[in-house]
């Protein structure tokens, strides 16, 4: 994922904080929620303060009663793991998989108590909790965990036809299931539940609470082996002192916390200026309206953006509303993970040159979805262009310069997403509402006939407008900030990452620069970037060197593991099958189970299966990949993935080919 991910589930969480309301604690009616400890002996405390004093873990006091909340694994093991979470939440999904790992290798050692937090936003969540608690009542431990597996398979399909369908399947008493469907029975349990994690700090979906430790998100399985390993030792030194296996959770979290601090205040983050004024080039681009409009419209634009096809409709009512007033100015900014952008951005300014570029961007936008070289030749012969020379233009990249001047020039001004706007050079981003457009309009309007009957010609009224226009982003600080926020990363700075001697590569070994890629098996935006640095290499050959690095993010549950075996393959047959299993593992980013890195190492052949089966047992490369995302920590640098040092300079993200160029070729230049 990338930061902008790991944002909006930040925002989830606290909207989920908010939305729930003062509600009903929940019932406390069992040996293990007794408040007082009476039944543990004196010394047992006695024990339990010594080795809270020694290791000071912090713990919260979350009750259980197995009367009232499923759970699986003995009444009296020695981890308690307490989760909550959501039938609809795509996080949850990825972590059940690691609660299974953890059940088949501690065993009878880890019992799991569920507990319900559907968030307001998944829409399904609160009648898939309803069901799965019915199935509870009705069959115990059995029928909730049958269904909690059946409504996690089937995530996308949890209606109510498709929870009565399920609950059919599971043999539960239909009449009481439409029941509580129909009357949200069970919305006071689940209230109750969600009332508990907030107050513990469990806002958002999955959170945990081992042996009273909090743990939040859809961490990795070594994440949670370190804090179970941990618990372990406390547990076995507690009953090796005297206290019984079943008094051990009530004794460790009876003096917990029962209350999380508040999260902490950020400040507001900065915003764009909505004032500031940037100096955009008209130059060759495709336009329509007059030259000598009061207001002109620069738009960038991709044509396979979902978002640049929904603004269209809002431009049309622009010119009908203010006709000669207005010129549009259309550039390109193809985005690099839609794939048929950038040639097609290069087709219409073939047909621009040929007189058509409006007509065939029509037909581009309402064919979105077929914009291979094909599709664009069809478009070309409807709207009788020269086909030799619309053909030629294509083979040989001719428009390649053109396109790539307008995406650095967007990329300069901030606007690196599609559809952004400058409106007499006052920036306007994304597929905003004709009434956001009209409000930019009628003020430059303003300014632009006051400087008219000053005596600016029409015609030079938009040059004089942004002759002295900003050419970098201007941001303003939110109104009730205390104090700056936090400075864009120097892109001059030199990090000292060191790459290290024996890591998989692509290119001239000791090339002049050296690109160290630190990336996650897991992550989108890591698998839109590999057709970028496929160019890169294509472009400069020797002159670069690619060095991989693993940074698999905690959240992406299976990428820590999936790093782990691409080491294994690098050590035991070196880059050519490295690489061979990278492609592999991207081509397959929804599919890295255990069972499936072993198939794809079998797949690419030469693989001492038994060695590479006895690396993952053992985590035998754990340490190495942590050394990866250590080094970045040391260096002082905050990535996300995917990030590059090139030549200890940072390109942050899934960026476009003229990105790296400008940052290869201030390297190459000694810059």
């Known amino acids: 994922m990338s930061k902008g991910s790991a944002l909006v589930s930040i925002l989830f969480a606290f909207f989920a904080g908010v939305v729930i309301g003062n509600i009903t604690a929940p019932k406390q009616g069992s040996e293990e929620v007794a408040d007082t400890g009476a039944d543990a002996a004196p010394t047992n405390e006695a024990n339990v303060k010594a080795v809270e004093e020694k290791d000071g873990p912090e713990r919260y006091k979350v009750p259980v009663d197995l009367k009232l909340q499923p759970s699986k694994g003995p009444a009296d093991a020695l981890i308690t793991i307490v989760e909550w979470s959501d039938f609809q939440c795509p996080f949850c999904t990825r972590v059940e998989p690691t609660l299974t790992q953890i059940q088949k290798e501690y065993g009878d050692k880890v019992r799991i108590v569920w507990r319900n937090n559907p968030l307001p936003f998944h829409k399904e969540a609160g009648p898939a909790a309803q069901v799965a608690i019915e199935a ?9 965990w049958a269904m909690h597996k059946t409504l996690f398979a089937n995530q996308k399909a949890l209606k109510r036809e498709d929870l009565e369908k399920y609950a059919t399947e599971h043999k539960l008493d239909m009449a009481k299931v439409k029941d509580v469907l129909d009357n949200n029975k069970h919305q006071s349990e689940i209230t109750a ?57 009530v004794a460790l979290t009876k003096n917990g916390l029962t209350k999380a601090a508040p999260p902490a205040k950020k400040p507001p983050r900065r915003q764009p200026d909505p004032k500031a004024v940037y100096k955009v080039p008209v130059n060759k681009s495709a336009s329509k309206g007059p030259k000598d409009a009061l207001i002109t419209i620069i738009e960038f634009s991709d044509f396979q953006c979902p978002f640049c096809t929904r603004v269209n409709p809002t431009v049309a009512k622009i010119q009908e509303t203010y006709g000669k007033d207005v010129r549009i100015v259309f550039k390109h900014n193809a985005l690099p993970f839609h794939k048929e952008a950038q040639l097609a951005a290069e087709a219409s300014l073939a047909a621009r040159d040929q007189g058509k570029f409006w007509e065939y961007h029509d037909k581009l936008f309402a064919n979105q979805k077929a914009l291979k070289r094909p599709d664009l030749e069809k478009y ?49 981003r994304g597929a905003q509402p004709f009434e956001a457009f009209k409000k930019v309009i009628d003020e430059e309007l303003a300014k632009a006939k006051a400087l008219a009957e000053k005596g600016t010609p029409k015609s030079q009224l938009y040059a004089k407008i942004i002759e002295n226009g900003a050419t970098s982003p201007k941001f303003v600080e939110g109104a009730a900030a205390d104090k700056p926020a ?98 592999i593992l991207f081509q397959n980013q929804r599919a890295l189970d255990r069972p499936q890195l072993e198939g794809y190492a079998q797949k690419i052949g030469g693989i001492n299966m038994a060695k590479f089966k006895a690396a993952l047992d053992n985590d035998k490369h754990k340490a190495a990949v942590q050394a990866d995302m250590d080094a970045v920590k040391k260096a002082g640098a905050r990535i996300g993935t995917p990030s590059f040092f090139i030549n200890g300079k940072l390109l942050q993200g899934a960026q476009p080919l003229p990105a790296f160029e400008a940052a290869i070729d201030a390297a190459l230049a000694g810059k």
């Open 136 to 144: 509870y009542k009705q069959g115990g431990n059995e029928k909730f």
């Open 380 to 428: 070309a012969q409807e709207l009788k262009l020269n086909m030799a020379k619309f053909k030629a233009a294509l083979d040989d990249n001719r428009y390649k310069a053109e396109t790539d001047e307008d995406q650095k020039l967007a990329r300069s001004l901030g606007a690196s997403g599609t559809p952004s706007f400058f409106i007499n050079g006052r920036n306007l």
């Open 193 to 249: 539940d969600q009332k508990l994690g907030q107050s513990l700090g469990a806002r958002g979906t999955p959170a945990f609470f081992i042996n009273g430790r909090f743990l939040s998100g859809a961490q990795p399985l070594p994440r949670f082996k370190e804090i179970i390993d941990e618990e372990l030792k406390t547990a076995e030194k507690l009953v090796k002192d005297g206290t019984p296996k079943k008094d051990l959770y």
């Open 486 to 583: 936090a400075a864009k990363p120097d892109a001059n700075k030199i990090y000292d990452i060191p790459a290290p001697k024996k890591a998989p590569s692509k290119g001239k070994k000791g090339a002049k620069v050296v690109i160290q890629e630190f990336s996650d098996f897991q992550c989108p935006f890591c698998n839109r970037v590999n057709p970028t640095i496929k160019q890169v290499l294509d472009k400069y050959g020797d002159k670069v060197q690619i060095v991989w690095r693993d940074y698999p993010l905690p959240f992406h549950d299976k990428a820590f593991k999936a790093a782990e075996a691409g080491k294994e393959i690098y050590e035991q047959a070196g880059d050519e099958k490295f690489w061979a299993f990278h492609d």
